[in-house]
């Protein structure tokens, strides 16, 4: 059971990305997948979020910016990022949770969620 996050990489300011988040060993159908980030001295925050109905869920600092999205025939969850900044540079990590009730769990810890993948670097510099 695992998941990978990818497609981080350097980036110039006002930049895009698109970061992907997949699944092995298990499926997300069932799952509400959130992608958080941790800067260097800062606590973790959750960025955007995915429940199982696709609702999505966004932090403010990222709204009209960041854009989740599932593709369940892919097992893969993904954010695009846009117009990117200094602020959004951070390890980039991806979570599930299983169930469909749930909504919005940005505010959930790292104990209050199932699977953690490995993070993946943005750095946004000239």
């Known amino acids: 059971v695992q998941l990978q996050a990818s497609g981080g990489g350097l980036v110039l300011p006002g930049g895009s990305l698109r970061l992907s988040c997949a699944a092995s060993g298990f499926t997300l159908d069932d799952y509400a997948i959130g992608w958080f980030r941790q800067a260097p001295g800062q606590e973790r925050e959750g960025v955007a979020c995915?429940?199982?109905?696709?609702?999505?869920y966004y932090a403010d600092s990222v709204k009209g910016r960041f854009a989740i999205s599932r593709d369940n025939a892919k097992n893969t969850v993904y954010l695009q990022m846009n117009t990117l900044g200094p602020e959004d540079a951070a390890v980039y990590f991806c979570?599930?949770?299983?169930?469909?009730?749930?909504?919005?769990?940005?505010?959930?810890?790292?104990?209050?969620?199932?699977?953690w993948g490995e993070g993946t670097q943005v750095t946004v510099s000239s």
């Open positions: 995915i429940s199982v109905d696709g609702r999505t």
């Open positions: 979570a599930a949770l299983w169930g469909n009730s749930w909504g919005n769990i940005l505010q959930r810890d790292e104990h209050g969620m199932d699977y």
